[in-house]
């Protein structure tokens, strides 16, 4: 079970490790309703006494909610319960409805182009892409010069996703649920292995508490807007589609 120093929310005394702590085990609770989730900073505000009282109301069985969170109090030992009912990442797998967003987010091409210009070629260039999202090495590229199936783009895709799907298994060590764990991997299959494994999204998700330069996941996540030095409008909508999908479970291209 986990542990707070003190009181967390209204009149409470609100120590950042707390608060951060009470919103990341209300972020994991499954609720009748869709709920946004709160973003994880030392700071109190309306939503988290809101989503306190919410809590104590459905799952407490408390007529009149305080939107308060003592230490041992029932609404804590309740919180951790609740939270616990989550899978953890790595029982879970990529969804269908992950792999049909990054489909469509990466679509379909079934001859080689550019991936900097969009630009079909005829001859290997750094950066020649084919099918869904497929980088081809140089020594691939005579498998692929003549373009390829959609059937063999299909078996591709999936051979391409085995490895980003792993890292997400095997790097995030605490308690998330199935459009986090999809989200994470659209994430990692764009910025890479190397990327996603030592990113401060990464260290953010296993520990809310990890020292980074960003105050929450969020803003961690979408300081992934650059390529090439210079932040992509491209980048900007394909960051916020799959923010859409971790805190909203919303699966839907931009």
């Known amino acids: 079970m986990k542990k707070i120093n003190g009181s967390v929310g209204q009149k409470g005394t609100n120590v950042p490790s707390d608060v951060k702590l009470i919103k990341t085990l209300l972020n994991r609770v499954k609720y009748k309703s869709t709920e946004n989730k709160l973003i994880v900073t030392g700071q109190v505000g309306n939503n988290l006494i809101d989503r306190i009282k919410l809590f104590q109301k459905d799952f407490v069985k408390i007529n009149n909610p305080n939107g308060l969170i003592e230490p041992g109090d029932k609404t804590f030992k309740k919180l951790n319960e609740s939270s616990d009912e989550v899978k953890i990442g790595t029982h879970l797998t990529f969804s269908t409805k992950g792999i049909n967003l990054l489909q469509d987010v990466e679509q379909l091409e079934l001859k080689p182009y550019d991936d900097h210009t969009g630009e079909e070629v005829s001859e290997w260039v750094d950066g020649a892409t084919i099918g869904y999202g497929h980088y081809i090495l140089k020594n691939e590229w005579d ?17 391409d996703l085995q490895p980003f799907i792993t890292t997400v298994k095997t790097k995030v060590r605490s308690d998330i649920t199935q459009n986090e764990f999809d989200a994470l991997v659209i994430l990692a299959f764009n910025i890479g292995v190397g990327g996603f494994s030592s990113s401060s999204v990464l260290k953010l998700v296993n ?18 807007n ?5 932040i992509m ?22």
């Open 143 to 159: 498998l692929y010069k003549d373009g390829i199936t959609k059937i063999q783009s299909v078996a591709l895709f999936k051979k």
């Open 207 to 224: 520990s809310p508490l990890a020292n980074t330069p960003y105050q929450s996941i969020e803003d961690a996540w979408k300081a992934w």
């Open 226 to 230: 650059k390529s090439e030095g210079k």
């Open 233 to 254: 409008n491209g980048l900007i909508k394909r960051r916020q589609c799959e923010w859409d999908i971790y805190s909203k479970a919303v699966y839907k291209r931009w």
